[in-house]
């Protein structure tokens, strides 16, 4: 009986749950919020506005651990239920009929919103949202499903002296007295797991896309000398989408929000796209490491993911395959042919490896890793333009998007577009690329080589023809190709090698591990060069192979920070703290400053640096490892895992 009853539970709630979107549209969300961010806490006033498909006895939203106040429908008290997930609304409700649905809840969220820093004096203050993968219903009644799209507008009250952003158009600021309120306004609906909002100490410029487009874009205030590399080509990205793309820009605004300690790259809220602040880079960072390739990833985004929104994970491509091959288009008209013929290349190899470690899988398998999603998905697309066409492939993606604006996509409404504009039966190209596992490798090369230079690419290799290589490296060829060759070959490069660009001159930085004493002053110039990555490589380099010259080089680098990690300055500290002699009367303030950067205060990337140096000089000491064990907390699943295993390590020694 026990049984049965419990088999008919998970049997109603099961179907509900599958259901909710046939019978109840949920259209409008006024949310007012505030926060307790010492207490990690969220208040909140939500009305909801919802028109009956169907008639029922009950609704719900989803509200993780929430607690529910002044619940009414249609101004009057209702009957509710609220467990650990969702907020039960017991009443008839009629086909047909509208009704306006208002509450007060509380709730301390576990994940989806992060409160960054508050417990430190000096630390950067920041709240912000996650909803992709950690759904919004842990601090907003909402709805998990994305088949339901809503219109929210939210409203947020804080101290005056942070900014605060969130979906949509900002439309007034209320002054109260130490606080304020921020009304932002949205015009269309959107899934739930894209509303979002950063609370924080920014700074903004505002450009205009050609179509009037306001262009926000936000930094921390320190960081007004990184604004120009960070945002770089920004406002040509943007026009080259809409102009690409052939339909505006859905929504009223476009705002980027770098964060600290982001769980991603990025994330394509609508209209409020969240970046971690790792891709804050000054001119010398953005030569190795810079936000050009996810900026423009999540804003496709805004059409791919948020004007139409995939049905479930089995289209998941239709996101991510689609805003990696868009950000790959846009970076073609930044950075030329070559540049996009290469970075497929690279996505090949990627795709190669994955698939020699028998990891290949279908693209509509929703369980696809992201290698798949998002490489081969660009992949599938670059190919089906090849064989529709430019005209053909560009006016499916216009209509698909029109047709389906505001609305949830499956692939074959994608596909059915292009089939129509191109009068071809795509099924074959369907069930080779699309429902097949195999890579298909050799047929995706092919389509590569009518790339003079991915020829070139191919054709230069040491391990096949090495009589040839030493005047490959003298010869006109790419930069892509030197490096491949002076990677196969480090022991056969000349002082002339030297005379090359930054990123073949990398190469022999990070290829020779052994410099010959012919070379050493060819070597050291590396030291000079405006990467932080050939910099960290060579000054590891030189101070192996020198001895003698230790404090020569450690002098040189002395100031020099590095990426956001701070890459070169840990390096450089916990050189000069080995170095025998080297300013003995500093190495106390050396050492507490590479231990204070495993504090929380500081960035997980820093943190994860120091301590990884830390245990490489076996010098991670109490206050060290207090902050370790603070570190297998942290809401970075990546981070967390690398500390517990550190500090597992530390405790077997
Ligand atoms: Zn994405």
Known sequence: MKFYLLALIFFITGFLCAQQADYVDFKSAAVWVTFQPEAKTVLGEVTYKLDILKSRDSIFLDAINMEFSLVSLNGKSVDFRSDSKKLWIKRKLKKGKSYELKFEYKAQPKKALYFIDWEYPDGNKQIWTQGQGKYTSN?????????????????????????????????????????????YDMRKPMASYLVALAIGKYDKQIEYSESGITLEMYYYPEDSLKFEPTYRYTKQMFDFLEEEIGVAYPWQNYKQIPVKDFLYAGMENTSATIFSDAFVVNDTAFVDKNYVNVNAHELAHQWFGDLVTETSGTHHWLQEGFATYYALLAE??????????????????????????????????????????????????????????????????????????????????????????????????????????DLNY?????????????????????????????????????????????????????????KSSIKVRQAIATSISIIPERLKQDYESLLQDESYVTIEAALMNLWRNFPQERYKYLNQTKGIVGFHDKNVRMLWLTLALITDGFEPENKPEYFKELTDYTSPKYSFDIRQNAFMFLQQIQACNEVCRENLKEATTHHNWQFSKFSKSMLQALNQN
Not at 160 to 178: F, M, T
Not at 400 to 421: C, G, H, M, Q, S
């Open 139 to 183: 601090w907003l009644p909402s709805i998990d499903d994305m088949n339901d799209k809503i219109e929210f507008d939210l409203s947020i009250t804080f101290n005056k002296n942070y900014e605060v952003i969130a979906n949509g158009k900002l439309i007034d600021k209320q002054i109260n007295d130490s606080t304020m309120t921020w009304h």
């Open 332 to 437: 073609r008209d930044v950075f030329g042919d070559n540049y996009y013929y290469w970075r497929l290349y690279e996505y090949l190899q990627e795709l190669d490896v994955q698939d020699k470690s028998g990891g290949s899988t279908a693209l509509l398998n929703p369980k696809s890793s992201s290698t798949t999603f998002y490489k081969k998905g660009a992949w599938v697309l670059h190919l089906l333009r090849e064989q529709v066409g430019d005209d053909a492939f560009k006016s499916a993606v216009k209509s698909y998007l029109n047709k389906y604006a505001f609305k949830n996509v499956k692939t074959k409404d994608f596909i059915a577009e292009v089939e129509r504009t191109s009068k071809q039966d795509l099924s074959k190209f369907v069930a080779l690329w699309l429902e097949n596992k």
């Open 442 to 498: 050799n047929l995706m090369l092919e389509s590569l080589k009518q790339s003079v230079f991915i020829q070139e690419y191919l054709m230069v290799d040491c391990e096949l023809y090495t009589s040839k290589c030493g005047e490959y490296l003298n010869s006109g060829i790419s930069d892509e190709a030197k490096a491949k060759v002076i990677e196969q070959i480090p022991n056969q490069i000349t002082t002339d090698n030297f």
